[in-house]
């Protein structure tokens, strides 16, 4: 069924910096599902049956209250509606028919070093990379620009460099548009299994992956939902709360010798409270990565 969504346009009078970071993850545990870097902020979709403005202006307002005073955040000009000192946002309607015309206006295509390019089918091929992954996203968060879908992204191309995907088996857990699992898949994975709570997601992951020639299995699921065991490698970007909640089942089904990439988290706290469950479920750090203040986290079994 067609499903309309709320677009939220944020301005800041400071664009790019951590607040925008720090604003994107709190609405991100609020519901918002995808998110569009603009030169004044960023535009934040949420479907319209679960949008409220009020939780937009609490979630705003708790980001504003805990960095204003080290900030010291200018106050915007005005520009719809004022949220907080610096903080400002514009509400809209976009219809399910009208979301490619969002996202093909936004969509640039991202690379990974020399190695890797994301984009969409409606960008030519680049003969330069030696890897091109084609993703359309219909209102499901990975195409790469995130920090923490470029850092996961990186990382899993450097694991099948170092030979460790081929014919492996790999849970992908909040796959979104199927970016990582079909990276897996192209790198030689190949028992892969991508999930998500969103039908949406799930639909968009399959079509992602027909369109990318790659075979895969995708569920529409939650973590009680997966009933195999004996993973080689479990990837989940998903944010800090949830992947606390999940690292026992994490740690349950990776099999022997197996590896987990984690992102969806910042430096700093977020991360040692990330390492610190993982040592409690018997899982050693092989190291963590950062890209602007979110991180990304690799462990062993």
């Keep these: 069924m067609a499903t309309d969504y709320i677009e939220v346009t944020v301005h800041l009078s400071r664009p790019g910096d ?20 603009t030169e004044t902020g960023f535009n934040a979709y949420i479907r319209q049956d679960a949008f409220s403005e009020k939780a937009l202006q609490d979630a705003i307002q708790e980001i504003a209250d805990e960095t204003t005073p080290r900030a010291a955040l200018e106050t915007a000009s005005p ?11 514009q509400i809209n309607l976009v219809k399910s028919q009208n979301w490619n015309q969002v996202w093909e206006s936004n969509f640039q295509p991202v690379t990974i070093g020399d190695e890797c390019r994301i984009r969409a089918s409606f960008h030519a091929p680049d003969p330069a990379f030696p890897l091109e992954i084609q993703i ?7 195409t790469g620009h995130h920090e923490t879908t470029w850092l996961m992204a990186a990382w899993l191309l450097e694991i099948a460099r170092e030979g460790k995907l081929i014919g492996k088996k790999v849970l992908d857990m909040g796959c979104g548009t199927g970016v990582l699992a079909i990276l897996a898949a192209k790198k030689g994975a190949a028992d892969i299994l991508a ?3 969103d039908p949406v997601c799930v639909g968009n992951t399959v079509e992602n992956a027909d369109l990318n020639q790659v075979t895969l299995s995708c569920r529409q699921s939650d973590i009680d939902g997966i009933k195999e065991h004996s993973f080689d490698l479990i990837l989940a970007n998903i944010n800090r709360n949830v992947l606390l909640d999940h690292l026992p089942f994490y740690a349950e089904r990776l099999c022997p010798g197996g590896r987990l990439l984690l992102s969806g988290f910042y430096e700093g706290p977020d991360t040692t409270a990330i390492q610190e469950k993982a040592t409690q479920n018997a899982l050693t750090c092989l190291g963590t990565r950062s890209r602007t203040r979110w991180a990304a986290a690799l462990f062993y079994k």
């Design 79 to 89: 520009k719809g509606d004022q949220a907080a000192p610096g903080v400002s946002y």
């Design 136 to 142: 359309d996203p219909k209102m499901s968060f990975g």
């Design 18 to 37: 951590f607040i925008q970071d720090l604003l994107i993850a709190g609405l991100g545990e609020a519901g918002y599902e995808s998110f569009l870097e």
């Design 195 to 197: 999930a998500d709570i």
